[in-house]
Structures are given as structure tokens and as C-alpha cells.
């Protein structure tokens, strides 16, 4: 295997280096320490809500807190887990000041960045220099998901020492216009090659990925490192309802049945995302009725009706097209050292 950027920033990963993603929510500091304990970069999902009174900061230093606690590290010691943001809400403006002293009191080993609304300049520009100028003394690196070489080019202008080149087979939000990682992935690499020959970067694969075939296919593209989120979803770690555990064993044929719309979004009243992006989830109840014709304003009441009393039966369930593949509920570490022997596997063979 050649030099590994990743592996040169962040020495306690195994080669090639699986990063869990940083799901609001569902990736949480059990899951980000089993991530890193088997050997690769765990993340926290921090949330969207910047503004000083925010209860989604003060979980996070909660969150941090205990990650370091499973992982066995000492109060002033830099975190080996990293944690990830939205970024498309206002309140981003206050992201340095809010946000940044939690950041710094753990020394997070790296910051993840996604979606923000579009504009010029970017609003990523100010904050990406100023989170390596907080995290210099202990080496924090900048990760940014894109989905479009376009994206991809804007995150290099704003300075990103990482790329997650993200395509649609992914689970959950990404770019509503896009394409699988077998293409975009590559391009990207081309485009690093000729407009930023010399530049530090590593590309980091993630969309459909699921266990070591898929890593060695990442790889083969130009990827450096993965991340697995929904594979991530069904893992004793996560703290999704176990009936949707189930449904994820049970699917099959994951282009088929899950699909990318933004009614996902708006029937469980989470509308506000730019238009930008959209999201990819199971085929169940609720969408089913929407494609039969229920009003929006009949499926949001069925949906709060159903939570209200405990079922699930009409929650999201965000996917990717990978689904087929998942067989089990291991542990969030199984995951991580079961996909690097298979792919070490694959590698040694060819």
C-alpha cells in the first residue's frame, strides 16, 4: 500500500481507515470509541444548532466527555475521534464562537463539515481556517462531505485537509443531484491531480459501502479511506429502535427499496434542508401513502399519531442502496475489524 495521508495524521488507524458517519443522532460516543478502539476514526454527529443557548452543544461536550472516558484518555489529551456538523443553518455564523471552545476543551482529532447553503463565498471560508488555526498545536485536520466534483472544488478553495467524495447509494442526506462513487470518486481524484498538484489532501470514499468488498472497490477508485454509515446504523451501538433493526436485516435489493426524495424530510417535519440536497430512505408506510395519493398534511398526522404512542412503523428509516448486505447486528468494532481482514483479503489476492 502506498503513503497514507490519513494514516500519517491520525497514527492509531489501521490502514485502509474506516470511519463510521457522524449521523445525528445515531452515531453517538459508544459508537465513536468502538470505531477507534478497533482501529479507526470514530465519529460523534454534533448536530446543526449553533446559537449560544443551544442544548445540542452542551450534549456534544457531554458526548466528547464520554468518548474520552471509553477510549481511556486523560483530560487534556487530544480525543482520537472526531466529530461532525450541518452546516446550512444560520446560526453557522456563531459556529467558531459557540461551538469552538468545546472543540478546543477536547481536542477533537477532527471536525466534519456538510451541507452548507449555497453562496459566495462559501460559508465554510472563514470557519475551515480558523478551526486549523484553534487545532494547530495538536494537529486537528478538516473534513468535508461533497458530492459533486463542483463541491468538491469549492471545499478545496476553502481549504478541507480531507474530501468525503460522497455518492447516492449513500443512506440518509447528500446531494440531490449526483452520482455513485465509481465515478465521482475518480474525477475528483483527476481534478486534485491537475488543478491541485501538491496539495496535502486525502479523498475519502462513502455511498453504498457496506463491508471489505466495497472498501477494496473504494480503494481501486482512488480513495484512501471509507465511511459506512447505514452498515454503521444496524450495530449494537446504535441507538436505533430495534424493530428497525430488523426491517434493515430483512430488506434486500437496496436500489429497489430505498429511494432519494425530499418528502422523507417533510413528513417528519424536517423540511427546512436547502434545495440542494435531499435524502435517501427505506420504502415503508408513510411514503407508500404518499405515492398513493395521501396529502402531505394526512401523512405528517399519521406520522406524529404513531410516535406518540411509541410506534415506529411510520419513521424514516434513512438507508443507503447497500442495504441488502447487512445480515447481522454486530459490534460497532466487528464492523470496522471484520471489513479490514476482508479487505486486506482481497488486496492480498490480487
Not at 450534549?59 to 452546516?87: H, M, R, W, Y
Not at 456563531?94 to 476543551?105: D, H, R, Y
Not at 475528483?188 to 501538491?198: A, P, Q, S
Not at 434513512?318 to 442495504?323: L, Q, Y
Request: hydrophobic share 45%; glycine share 12%; charged share 20%.
Amino acid at each position: 500500500m502506498s503513503r497514507s495521508l490519513l494514516k500519517s495524521w491520525f497514527p492509531h488507524c489501521e490502514t485502509p481507515v474506516i470511519s463510521n458517519a457522524p449521523m445525528f443522532g445515531t452515531a453517538i460516543a459508544p459508537m465513536a470509541a468502538a470505531v477507534t478502539n478497533a482501529g479507526g476514526l470514530g465519529f460523534i454527529g454534533g448536530g446543526f444548532d449553533f446559537k449560544p443557548e443551544s442544548t445540542q452543544i452542551s450534549s456534544l461536550d457531554k458526548q466528547l466527555t464520554e468518548t474520552a472516558s471509553l477510549l481511556g484518555q486523560t483530560p487534556g489529551q487530544a480525543l482520537n475521534a472526531g466529530v461532525g456538523f450541518i452546516t446550512f443553518d444560520k446560526s453557522f455564523a456563531n459556529f467558531i464562537e459557540t461551538v469552538g471552545p468545546v472543540l478546543a476543551k477536547h481536542k477533537v482529532a477532527a471536525v466534519w463539515l456538510f451541507a452548507p447553503t449555497p453562496s459566495k463565498p462559501s460559508a465554510h471560508a472563514p470557519v475551515i481556517p480558523a478551526l486549523k488555526e484553534m487545532g494547530k498545536s495538536w494537529g486537528l485536520k478538516v473534513f468535508v462531505m461533497v458530492g459533486t466534483v463542483e463541491a468538491a472544488r469549492e471545499a478545496m478553495s476553502d481549504g478541507a485537509d480531507v474530501l468525503v467524495v460522497q455518492g447516492v447509494d449513500a443512506g440518509g442526506h447528500q446531494w440531490a443531484k449526483g452520482s455513485g462513487i465509481i465515478s465521482v470518486v475518480p474525477e475528483v481524484c483527476d481534478m486534485l491531480k491537475t488543478e491541485y498538484k501538491g496539495r496535502e489532501v486525502a479523498v475519502v470514499a462513502a455511498g453504498g459501502i457496506m463491508d471489505g468488498r466495497g472498501i477494496a472497490a473504494a480503494m481501486a477508485l482512488g480513495a484512501e479511506g471509507v465511511v459506512m454509515g447505514t452498515r454503521f446504523v444496524a450495530t449494537k451501538e446504535s441507538p436505533t429502535p430495534d424493530s428497525q433493526k430488523a426491517i434493515l436485516i430483512e430488506a434486500e435489493d437496496g436500489g429497489a427499496t430505498t429511494i432519494k426524495d425530499t418528502v422523507h424530510d417533510d413528513i417528519q417535519s424536517t423540511g427546512f434542508w436547502p434545495p440542494l440536497y435531499d435524502g435517501r430512505a427505506m420504502i415503508l408506510d408513510s411514503y407508500n401513502d404518499h405515492k398513493a395519493g395521501m396529502s402531505l398534511a394526512d401523512n405528517v398526522a399519521k406520522y406524529k399519531e404513531a410516535a406518540a404512542v411509541g410506534d415506529n412503523s411510520r419513521r424514516n428509516i434513512w438507508a443507503g442502496t447497500g442495504i441488502g448486505l447487512i445480515k447481522d447486528i454486530p459490534s460497532s468494532a466487528d464492523v470496522v475489524k471484520t471489513s479490514l481482514k476482508e479487505v486486506r483479503d482481497i488486496l492480498g489476492r490480487l
